[in-house]
């Protein structure tokens, strides 16, 4: 049994021992060290080999629930093992309904069928990992390179690297099925120009063709295209649908047949972890990310088996992941605003008004040093906290016709909180650990906590 590498193990997780294993020696070499070698030493009483099997990157032998999908795609892209061209393809849906590992599945399918001298080549790219459309023109002209001296550097104008990479295509001739992954991002971040270049490449080429496959977890994406755009690179369409809870247990069945050991995980716990992820848009990565933490759970809590218990702690544990993430990502203003609207509400039942919420976050800022943002900007700003769905704001009415907007907040307070204190921006203005409650009830007057 291959015990799992150590880069694969979540701090907390691997440094679980192993039931009855000998705790680290003092004074065998001080540090971690004796501790790491245990961990290298241990092997999991639940995981039948690597766990990278439950990971994003792992891309299973068998797709269930995603035949027809697999049955179109093959029907659309495999013409080309006869040397046609396949029409372009956008392939839609929701996030972990499976685009990318169907598209993966079927690539392969098709290049272990394809012949080894043959014109047919595949080229994936993920937008999401460019910057601009000048990377994307670079990136496909390269992957046609021979030698490094053919390849395109970086500095030359776009027409140039333009002009190379439809030079660098034309020299190695066939059909190229060029797959998009994320071709939304790509559209937000530069516009639909290289997306015209690509798409009537094929009217300029001799002797190479380009077909290309998008896919977009965004189903309005096509809105923001040019209309020709639009319709060349619409010529098909698959449009995958979230799984539902009794699909998500087949996929989690499988993988935790793969997984772990036989007879460690207790009934219902797949169902618990496709319920909860059923009811999160029918997400496959987010259904095994809760078996995988919920695996993780039951470690450290030196568990022969995992039950549906440490199915609830890896959803908690995946919620305030998923939040701290958002909250970590958000831009310096909107991180003291959304402080603010914390600390008003941690005290409230009912929400908290825009207006007191901009003189909590005024005075924050002033303290951290940051001049503050106008009234309106702050406005946008719990706008873009909203549509993140870290709070709600409705409407109410204050008499005398005037209006104003109510904030409530959408995450774990408690949880929340510390891990925004441990932003070093905010940390300035945090509370200190175990005091919380005192000095909570003297925020609105930061000299009489202590704070200034
Ligand atoms: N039918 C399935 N059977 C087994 N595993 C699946 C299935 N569908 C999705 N998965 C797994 O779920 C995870 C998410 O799938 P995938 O990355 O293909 O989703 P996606 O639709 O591309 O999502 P996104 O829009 O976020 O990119 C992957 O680990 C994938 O292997
Ligand atoms: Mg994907």
Redesign the pocket.
Known sequence: MAVAPVGDRRPGAGAAAPPGAAPPTPGSGGGAGAFLDQILQSKSELFRGSREVL??????P?????EEEIRKLAEILGPSLRGDLPSNLLVY????????????QVRSDIERRASANGRLGFLSVNCANLDTSYSLLQTIGNSFAGSDAERIPTGWSLDRVQAAMRRLMEARHGTTVLIL??IDRLVARSGDNVLYTLSQLNTELDGARLSLVG???DLKFTNQLDARVRSRLNEEKIV?QP?NAL?LQ??LR??AKEAFNDDVVDPGVVERCAAYAALENG???R??ALLRLSAEMAERDHAKRITPDHVVKAKNRLEQDIVVECCRTLPPHCKVLLYAILQLSERRRNGVLTGEVYDSYRRLAERLGLPPLHARSISNYVSELETLGLVRATIVSRGRGGRTREILVDVPISETVPALEEDPLLAPVARPRNRGQLLLTNFDNPSRAGLL
């Open positions: 990971r994003d990157s792992y891309v299973p068998r797709l269930p629930h995603r849906g929701k996030i972990g309904t499976g685009k990318t590992a169907v598209v993966a992954d994320e896919i977009s977890n995958f799984y699909e087949d996929i499988d993988r997400d496959a990565r259904a095994l």
